[in-house]
């Protein structure tokens, strides 16, 4: 039976152990935070796309992302009809609003989506079964996801009173909810139609729509079609599928914003700090043990035994300090989603990608330390 040196060696001091431990748990902490920041990040800021109702989008070539959407005309939109694929269209108008919380009477952005309550836009059944409210003058259904500082409306929507306040200075009333959730765009959304929409916003005209949804038929070929349309319509428009459209919104989160970049540098830096802990507390138990290690080698283990010490040792600490670092970081999750509504939360895939990262992470710390066990020189014991 062989004797579990690696073990023994790191249990034998266990102030030592736990501080190495707490380590890797915060290195692991690190990770797991920005690696659920950037999927909450994604999938905030792709919850809306998820839900159109339509197989390719249509976009001007300017624009970026969701939240800055540049109008093109809705001329553009009604020329696809000329495809017999084509079944419908809807087009969408998106901006940012001004909010007046109704209790404070304080001021506060919001996300704004104009659509057409004659046909349903999005594939949320809470929006398509109040459409008949949308077709009224100035009125909104409100997020009840929205933060807090936008007032308690879904609150007193729900005990049956009327909202009236102010979206960019005109007066709306607040005729329903539904739930989509805040993102990093926006804190906040309302509803309302295309006729409200450039009422309130008199800057924009009903024919420059900020998007189009093109919904096919029910056999046909989505990436022919979509093909057939860049031929059709002029360069001014950019035509994507519903999943492209999807990622071009994360594409932009991930390389267009300093938000994107920081996350991702937020992970490695946890990697390294893991490194630099995890090899600092293998140096010094190799450093204590050089004649131990050398009396080892006088008496036949191979050097190849003693690296397996090293590797064993590494691989005890990364499992060892990854599981407190998992429950802690399940608890942050919750209250990170409670505190910001952001959908953040514990994934499989996530767990698996950082318990391979701490593995690795302390292999990586055993490769580079393991030069000092060239030192243990039996005869320099004897």
């Known amino acids: ?30 990770m797991f935070m920005q690696l659920g920041f950037q999927d909450a990040l994604f999938e905030s800021n792709t919850k809306v796309h998820q839900t159109f109702l339509g197989d390719l989008i249509l976009i001007s070539s300017s624009s970026k992302a969701l939240h800055s959407l540049k109008p093109f005309s809705r001329r553009r939109l009604y020329q696809s009809l000329g495809l017999q694929e084509v079944k419908s269209v809807a087009p969408l108008y998106t901006i940012a609003g001004a909010w007046k919380n109704p209790d404070t009477g304080n001021e506060r952005i919001i996300g704004v989506f104009g659509l057409d309550p004659s046909q349903p836009t999005l594939n949320l059944p809470e929006v398509n079964q109040q459409l008949n409210q949308l077709k009224l003058a100035n009125v909104i259904l409100y997020d009840r996801a929205s933060r807090p500082e936008f007032g308690p409306i879904a609150t007193k929507i ?22 989509l959730g805040t993102s990093f765009a926006f804190d906040g959304t309302v509803l309302l139609s295309a006729e409200s929409f450039v009422n309130i916003f008199s800057n924009r005209e009903i024919n420059n729509i900020s998007l189009g949804l093109v919904r096919l038929e029910e056999n046909a070929d989505v ?3 979509r093909q057939d349309l860049v031929r059709l319509l002029p360069k001014d428009i950019k035509i994507l599928t519903h999943q492209e459209f999807i990622e071009f919104e994360k594409h932009y989160w991930a390389t267009s914003t300093p938000i994107g970049f920081i996350f991702i540098a937020g992970t490695i830096m946890g990697f390294v ?21 050398a009396t080892l080698k006088a008496i036949g283990y191979t050097q190849k035994y003693l690296l397996g010490v090293v590797f064993q040792s590494a691989i ?13 970081s399940w608890g942050l999750y919750h209250l990170t989603r409670d505190a910001t509504q952001l959908p953040i939360t514990m994934k499989t895939d996530r767990s698996a990608m950082v318990l391979v990262l701490t593995v690795a992470m302390c292999t990586l710390s055993g490769s580079l330390v393991v030069r000092r066990l060239q030192d243990a020189d039996p005869a320099d014991i004897f």
């Open 223 to 225: 990436e022919k079609v």
């Open 273 to 293: 700090v893991g490194m630099i802990i995890v090899y600092q507390i293998l140096y010094t138990d190799i450093s204590n043990h050089l004649p131990e290690y």
């Open 158 to 179: 729900e005990e049956g009173k009327i909202i009236r306040t102010e979206l960019n200075k005109h007066q709306v009333k607040v005729g329903g909810l539904i739930t």
């Open 1 to 30: 039976m062989r004797i579990p040196l690696a073990w023994f060696q790191l249990s034998r001091e266990r102030v030592r152990l736990l501080v190495a431990l707490a380590g890797i748990s915060f290195a692991d902490i690190l």
């Open 316 to 328: 005890i600490l990364a499992v060892l300090g990854y599981i407190p670092g998992f429950a802690l």
